[in-house]
């Protein structure tokens, strides 16, 4: 299996959040947003709606600071995946993760994150705007990434040309 990440692209968000009921769905089997493993964060005084979740670092802060070793990387699919049995729920995890990716399930004692669902990701397939991608390889990230950003400013020269060309 190829290692992927999921992308994030906020400016296409709607905040429709498909993607929490689907993720909640999948995950917990009930649709409950607040037990999904990626969220919708809403910024009402801007106007906008940022999707968010684990981007499965290549040296996650979270495995590092877990005390048992719970928290581990898998080799094929570079999924950073939490081992429920060995997790004493301290949430060490939740304070290091500088994405607020991991969550506390209190009616287990443990810790969850999203863990790609093995290569083919819920959250992707419902979210219809594309605000949600699941890239496989780093380059493609990257690349992407690039692509993205290079969409933006050819749309920025394409408005200066326009105003500039008007009488």
Known sequence: MTVGKL???ASLCTGCRACELACSFVSEGVFAPSRSRVRVVKFDERGMDVPLGCLHCERAPCASACPVGAISTDADTGAVLIDHDVCVGCRLCIG????????YNEET?????????????????????????????ADDVAAAKRRRGA???AASLE???KLSMKP
């Open 7 to 9: 992308v994030f692209d």
């Open 159 to 161: 408005d200066t040309r």
């Open 109 to 137: 004692g443990v810790v969850y994150k999203c863990d790609l669902c093995a290569g083919d990701p819920e959250c992707v397939k419902w979210c219809f705007t594309g605000a949600i991608r699941y890239v496989e390889g």
């Open 96 to 103: 290091v993760c500088p994405f607020g990716a991991i969550g």
């Open 151 to 153: 969409e933006r400013v």
